[in-house]
C-alpha cells in the first residue's frame, strides 16, 4: 500500500505558525480518527505528538495540535521555535491489502 | 520511567536470519499492546507489525512486506518482545525500534533502535 501523503518540506520564522498537511484516503485517515504524528530530530528515535488525530500526551506542549477533514490530517504548530527543527510523521489505521499502520513519507521542517 | 532497550541487530547475508529483542522496564509489560517500526537509512518510518497483550488475545498483525518472513512473540515473564525475522533481503536494511502501543494504534514510547543491515 502506498504511503500517506506528506510535502517534503516547509519552513517558518520563529514565532510563526505553521501547519502539516497528510492526505490519505478513505481505508486509512478517512475512515478512522487513529491518526498520530511523530516528531523526529536527526540520530534520535521518533517521539509521539499528537494520538487519536488531536489529542497531546502530557509532556507535549500545546503548541501542538492536530485535526482531520475528510482524507486530509493536520498538525498546526503555534509560536515556532528553533528547537522543533525536525522530521515530522504522520501515521494512521489502514484496512487497505492487510489491516495494519501507515505512515506518511515525512515532512522536514526548518526554522528560518 | 518507561524504558525499552532494543538488541540483536548486525550484519546478516541475504537469506539469512536474525532475532531481535526488546526489554521493557517503567510500565506494565504484561498489559502493553506492542509494535516494530523500521527506518532504512535516509528513509522514512515503515510499521513492521504489532502483538497485543495475552489478555487481548495475543493477536499478531504484519505488514504486507514482512508477513510470512517476520514473526513478532512476546515473553511476559522477561519482559520482552522478540521480532525473528528470516529470508532476509537487502530492503529490509533499517534501523528497527520496538515501541509501547497507546490508544490501539499510535506508538507511545519508543526504544533507540538497533541496526540490521543486510548484505553480502
Known amino acids: 500500500q502506498s504511503a500517506l501523503t506528506q510535502s517534503a518540506s516547509v519552513s517558518g520564522s520563529p514565532g510563526q505558525s505553521i501547519t502539516i498537511s497528510c492526505t490519505g484516503t478513505?481505508?486509512?485517515?478517512?475512515?478512522?480518527?487513529?491518526v498520530s504524528w511523530y516528531q523526529q530530530h536527526p540520530g534520535k528515535a521518533p517521539k509521539l505528538m499528537i494520538f487519536d488525530v488531536s489529542n497531546r500526551p502530557s509532556g507535549v506542549s500545546d503548541r501542538f495540535s492536530g485535526s482531520k477533514s475528510g482524507y486530509t490530517a493536520s498538525l498546526t504548530i503555534s509560536g515556532l521555535q528553533a528547537e522543533d527543527e525536525a522530521d515530522y510523521y504522520c501515521s494512521s489505521y489502514t484496512t487497505s491489502n492487510t489491516p495494519g499502520v501507515i505512515f506518511g513519507g515525512g515532512t522536514k521542517l526548518t526554522v528560518l | 520511567e518507561v524504558q525499552l532497550v532494543e538488541s540483536g541487530g548486525g550484519l546478516v547475508k541475504p537469506g539469512g536470519s536474525l532475532r531481535l529483542s526488546c526489554v521493557g522496564s517503567?510500565?506494565?509489560?504484561?498489559?502493553?499492546?506492542m509494535t516494530w517500526i523500521r527506518q532504512a537509512p535516509g528513509k522514512g518510518l515503515e510499521w513492521v507489525g504489532r502483538?497485543?497483550?495475552?489478555?487481548?488475545?495475543?493477536?499478531?498483525d504484519y505488514a504486507a512486506p514482512v508477513k510470512d518472513r517476520f514473526t513478532i512473540s512476546r515473553d511476559d515473564s522477561k519482559n520482552t518482545v522478540y521480532l525473528e525475522m528470516s529470508s532476509l533481503k537487502t530492503e529490509d536494511t533499517a534501523v528497527y525500534y520496538c515501541?509501547?502501543?497507546?490508544?490501539?494504534?499510535?506508538?507511545?514510547?519508543w526504544g533507540q533502535g538497533t541496526l540490521v543491515t543486510v548484505s553480502s
Open positions: 517503567g510500565f506494565t509489560f504484561s498489559n502493553a499492546w
Open positions: 502483538i497485543k497483550s495475552r489478555y487481548d488475545g495475543g493477536t499478531r
Open positions: 515501541t509501547t502501543v497507546r490508544s490501539i494504534t499510535s506508538c507511545g514510547h
Open positions: 478513505s481505508s486509512d485517515i478517512g475512515g478512522y480518527d487513529y
